[in-house]
């Protein structure tokens, strides 16, 4: 179906197309126009572009509607006079000094992404390097999510470095201290916290470092870890739970003494929050 041109399709949906594109564009002021043919397809959609932005359209084939709208900006592209733009520069600009004071990233293009038929709604935002900086905002509210930058090793504290090489030496069963070569510090957009997280060369443990303490705050062993390639795979996966919460707490118990170090009351009292809900 690539290439073919949309007069073969129902005019009513090649608009509908169009005007859901115009509908989120918060760009400097343009009207939106369609490439002439279809530019992409999948066994259940069909791809509608714009030819003078860089907007996609994905379109049930069944149905005529438009399920999701992908648009692509450059940061100086957005139209800050309306206000949901001025909220989501504001948020954007506030998180990075947060994140990187020192200013070694800069924001150079933000992409708005609309799955409807999902009711899934965001901002995603990058510096166009590689993808060392990125960042989620809710497009309802202009929140930033969190963001997430990436540094070489050399450039993180050296005191950071030496625990989470303890810990993935810990956590691997004495296997391995060997850490990847880049690090990525992250921002949670609600909590505020800032955090480091590294993995092993080979992406099978995962050890994230609070920024502020230098203590662990979260640990990953993907040694065992299943994928599941569509939502119904994961459904059937886990139709039937694996633990009730009382017997998943008591099981985590002993690794959240072992890498965390909590006091006792304090574990004692979530083994018996979790009791209780069971």
């Not at 006079?81 to 954007?92: G, P």
């Not at 933000?110 to 995603?124: F, K, L, P, V």
Request: with cysteine; charged share 25%; hydrophobic share 35%.
């Amino acid at each position: 179906m690539i290439g073919k041109p949309l007069t073969d399709f129902d005019p009513k949906t090649v608009e509908g197309a169009r005007q859901t594109m115009q509908e989120l564009w918060q760009g400097k002021p343009v009207q939106i126009e369609l490439h002439e043919k279809v530019t992409g397809e999948n066994d259940a959609q069909w791809v509608a572009a714009s030819k003078n932005t860089a907007a996609h359209a994905a379109i049930n084939k069944k149905t005529g509607k438009v399920e999701a709208v992908n648009i692509m900006y450059a940061w100086d592209e957005l139209d800050e006079s309306l206000e949901a733009v001025a909220t989501l520069k504001a948020n954007v600009t506030q998180a990075m000094q947060t994140l990187d004071p020192k200013g070694d990233f800069k924001v150079e293009g933000i992409s708005r992404s609309n799955e409807i038929h999902r009711g899934m709604d965001s901002w995603m935002f990058y510096d166009g390097v590689e993808n060392a900086l990125r960042g989620g905002v809710d497009a309802a509210t202009g929140q930033v999510r969190g963001v997430t930058a990436e540094y070489p090793i050399g450039q993180v504290d050296a005191s950071y470095v030496k625990h989470a090489q303890a810990a993935l030496k810990e956590l691997s069963g004495g296997a391995t201290d060997a850490l990847d070569s880049m690090v990525s510090l992250g921002l949670d957009g609600t909590t505020g916290r800032k955090s480091w997280s590294f993995g092993d060369v080979e992406r099978t443990y995962h050890v994230e470092i609070d920024d502020a303490t230098n203590r662990l705050v979260s640990v990953g062993n993907y040694n065992k870890y299943k994928g599941y390639n569509t939502e119904e795979e994961l459904r059937a996966a886990f139709a039937a739970p694996y633990y009730t919460t009382k017997a998943a707490l008591a099981a985590a118990g002993p690794l959240v003494q072992k890498y965390f170090q909590p006091r006792s009351c304090c574990l004692e009292a979530l083994l018996r929050q979790g009791s209780s809900r069971r």
